[in-house]
């Protein structure tokens, strides 16, 4: 027996009553399996004379989004589930890129020929939601059991080549060994070159998976680098082998002491990757994953920041105008650890003094304001901008520390 949401029994009824016969599959069996929870749920539909018939069939339990027409897939949104149902299809690839495939929806197809298209054993397992029957017609169960990664089907498996990344992620969470059929087809792809016809935004959502949902996020890159697939990044290819175990050692630290904000969690794994790299080949790594400007800028901050020594209060408070302090401590500790005992130390001291200044999270709030200098006769101009930074900068310095001794601070500094 699969245990699933009660209240999907009267989607499948209705499906059911329409002859048409429901079957659980993918991640969420794996998961179950493997007595992790999971909320995505896949359910392969058969017996459904057309897509339009299957969507009439389920617009009565929640919003219904087709977006995925072409591919046979259908999404359903209920109040806190989502569900993606499919129907039966065979895929043929025409093209190069995650597009490039003519898909053939049948919905007489059989469960063995509709699962043949997926990637591995562990995600063809089904659940027959009206016989409560587990289907596995790839081993799938038993790959899990002995912890082995195994390929579907090689044929369809080369057809898409974000399947060597997605390979590798599943390794680095669930702890699996690659069978060395999977291996060498997988070293068979990126030696011929196909690797390259991924986006960098696909290739990125399943290096977000590794680092995110690993607790050792190692053991992924310690296969890429097996697999030949960090040639696709040379800034870490061609790291020597003390500084690659320092960056393995870093990103494992790093599991261990997530946040509770992914995107967080996603700039410190990728500062853990980097934090041998120089600015410049900093840079050049993110953008072959993702162009979003604000995660470099993080990134960017927390390499460029390397703790040291302890800081003095006016060090301190120019560290929080360039980086979140707290976010450069965990990176550090996870540096540091096993490492260096006393710059590890030297994070918590400088904790505790950032914190009792209010630079734990955030800058220190300015005492002069724009108004300030207005009120000493000054119309708008450049000179504003050059005056606002001279006073943050004495701020910081500790020359005074008060609104009223900052106004004081500026008559004197505009005095002739």
Request: glycine share 4%; aromatic share 8%; with cysteine.
């Amino acid at each position: 027996m699969i245990d699933y949401p009660n209240k999907l029994n009267k989607i499948f009824d209705k499906l059911q009553k329409n002859g048409a016969l429901a079957v659980i599959i993918g991640g969420y069996i794996r998961d179950k399996i493997l007595k992790i929870d999971s909320k995505d749920i896949d359910i392969e539909v058969y017996g459904v004379s057309s897509f339009s018939k299957l969507e009439s069939i389920l617009e009565e339990f929640g919003s219904v989004n087709s977006v995925g027409k072409s591919f046979g897939v259908c999404k359903l949104h209920t109040q806190d589930l989502k569900l993606d149902f499919t129907l039966p299809r065979i895929e043929s690839k025409t093209t190069s890129g995650h597009t490039g495939f003519d898909i053939n929806i049948k919905s007489d197809l059989d469960f063995i020929s509709a699962t043949r298209r997926r990637d591995f054993t562990m995600n063809a397992i089904g659940y027959d939601v009206v016989n409560k029957k587990i289907l596995d017609p790839f081993n799938g169960i038993e790959d899990l059991k002995n912890k082995i990664l195994k390929s579907v089907d090689a044929k369809s498996f080369i057809e898409d080549p974000l399947r060597v990344y997605r390979a590798v992620q599943f390794c680095a969470r669930f702890n699996l060994k690659m069978h060395s059929q999977l291996f060498n087809l997988c070293t068979k792809m990126i030696k011929e070159n196909m690797l390259s016809e991924l986006s960098k935004e696909r290739v990125f959502q399943e290096i977000k998976k590794l680092l995110l949902k690993s607790e050792k996020p190692s053991l992924g890159y310690k296969l890429f680098k097996k697999l030949g697939i960090t040639k696709e990044f040379d800034e870490l290819h061609f790291l020597v082998q003390n500084s690659w175990n320092q960056v393995l050692n870093t990103i494992d630290n790093l599991a261990q002491n997530r946040t509770s904000s992914e995107i967080t969690n996603i700039v410190l794994m990728l500062a853990g990757i980097c934090y041998k790299l120089d600015v410049v080949k900093t840079k050049s790594f993110i953008i072959k994953l993702s162009d979003e400007k604000e995660l470099s800028k993080r990134v960017l901050s927390l390499i460029s920041n390397p703790i040291t020594t302890v800081l003095s209060d006016s060090k301190l408070y120019k560290l929080a105008t360039k980086v979140n302090i707290e976010e450069l401590l965990i990176l550090n500790r996870a540096v540091f650890k096993g490492t260096n005992n006393q710059l590890y130390k030297t994070c918590d001291a400088i904790q505790i003094r950032a914190k009792k200044l209010g630079v734990l999270n955030k800058k220190m709030p300015p005492f002069l304001r724009g108004r300030d200098i207005l009120a000493c006769g000054i119309s708008p101009s450049k000179e504003f901008s050059t005056i606002l930074e001279k006073a943050y900068e004495v701020q910081m310095d500790g020359e005074f520390h008060s609104h009223e001794e900052a106004t004081a601070w500026l008559r004197k500094y505009l005095a002739p």
